[in-house]
Each structure stands twice: as structure tokens, then as C-alpha cells.
């Protein structure tokens, strides 16, 4: 899963990117709600994390705008004002949660989830593919013979891309924008090298197919 940060203070941006990549998150960071727009219109987010007190246009300008365009994305306030108007202000524009600064970690990466979960509602959070049974909120891919695979975080986000897409070709680039962040780097032969440890550890259960210049399909075995 894929978050945007919103948010100017780098010493808390650090903090967050880092506690929410160990809990097998990929987090984009931006410091302004104007670099939004830019990332919305390139990359797909799961969810977005927004600051109030941003340089420029503030965080509830940014929600305000979100919304009227009909964003459908899950926005949560974290935030050091903790007062009562604020609060009620951010969600009836639109914010789907709002956690006060300082918080723990732990707190936010389950709030994310709880987020994401709800905006995925409508998808079942378990798939089936061939002998594959893929457990989306659990993060846990699972064989015929109750086997969990051993998969790293990686090749986790490699296949619950493929598996959201099952029967359709990914391109390498939507693979690649699933597993790293916007400014890290990361060359298709690298995708090729995990998608093979994948397909190694999917055994008999599922197969990743190579489709010659257009990406990767994730049939049954």
C-alpha cells in the first residue's frame, strides 16, 4: 500500500516514513499541499496523511479542495491542535480521521489501516487465485496445504498489486511505483530479480507471467 505525506516539519516526516515503511507501508513525502496535486495526477495512493499547519494553502484548504473535486482518497489529520473546532472543522470538510501529535507509531500505522480497510470495503479482503489463498488485510499469502509463504515486504507489495489486478497485465513502472517511494530509484532488471524469488516461493500454487514487452499477469498455476 502506497501513502502521501503531507507534512513540513522533516524531523516528524523522517519519523513517519521511517515507522510506517517497517510497517510495510511505502510513504511519498512532500512538504506543501501544492506538490499534492503533481503526485495525485502520476501516482495511485491508498491514502493520504495531512499536516494542518502547512506553508501556503493549509491543510483544511487542502481537504476543502480534495473534496470538491470529487477526490475519493482516505485523508487523515495529524495534527498538534487538539482543539474541539478544529476537529469537527476537518471532518465535516471532508478528513476521514483526525490524531493529535505527539502519537505513537503503532497508533497511526493502525489507523491507516483501519482507513484503508474501510475504503476497500467493497473488495474482499481475502483472493483466491489458483491455489493461492491471498490474505489482504492480514498481509499473509497462503498455499493449498495451509502453508504461509516467507515473502518480504517487497515482494509482498509485488504480489497484492498483481493480485488487485489478477488476470490483467501490470507494467513494470506500476510495480516498481508499489515497492519504493518516489524519490528512490530502482531499475526494471530489479523488479525481474524479485519477481523471480516470487515466483520461486509461489511454487506450484500460482504462476507470475512474463508478458513480453507490456509487464506481468498473475494467473493459476
Known amino acids: 500500500m502506497r501513502i502521501l505525506l503531507v507534512e513540513d516539519d522533516p524531523l516528524v516526516s523522517d519519523a513517519i516514513v521511517r515507522g510506517l515503511a517497517t510497517a510495510g507501508y511505502v510513504v511519498d513525502a512532500v512538504t506543501d499541499a ?11 495512493y491508498d491514502l493520504a496523511i495531512v499536516d494542518l499547519g502547512l506553508p501556503g494553502e493549509d491543510g483544511f484548504t487542502l481537504v476543502r479542495r480534495l473534496r470538491r473535486e470529487g477526490s475519493p482518497l482516505p485523508l487523515l489529520i495529524v495534527t498538534a491542535r487538539d482543539g474541539l473546532d478544529d476537529r469537527v472543522n476537518a471532518l465535516d470538510l471532508g478528513a476521514d480521521d483526525y490524531l493529535v501529535k505527539p502519537f505513537a ?3 497511526l500505522a493502525a489507523r491507516c489501516r483501519a482507513l484503508i480497510r474501510r475504503a476497500t470495503a467493497a473488495t474482499a479482503n481475502e483472493m483466491v487465485v489458483g491455489r493461492l489463498r491471498i490474505d489482504l488485510a492480514g498481509r499473509r499469502a497462503i498455499d493449498d496445504s495451509g502453508r504461509v509463504l516467507e515473502l518480504t515486504r517487497r515482494e509482498w507489495s509485488i504480489l497484492e498489486c498483481l493480485a488487485h489486478h489478477s488476470g490483467r497485465v501490470v507494467s513494470k513502472e506500476r510495480l516498481i511505483q508499489a515497492i519504493v517511494s518516489w524519490d528512490e530509484e530502482i531499475s526494471g532488471n530489479a523488479i525481474e530479480v524479485h519477481v523471480s524469488r516470487l515466483r520461486a516461493k509461489l511454487g506450484e500454487a500460482a504462476t507470475v507471467r512474463g508478458i513480453r514487452g507490456l509487464g506481468y499477469r498473475l494467473d493459476d498455476a
Open 34 to 44: 501544492e506538490s499534492v496535486q503533481s503526485r495525485l495526477d502520476t501516482t495511485h
Open 105 to 107: 507509531l503503532p497508533e
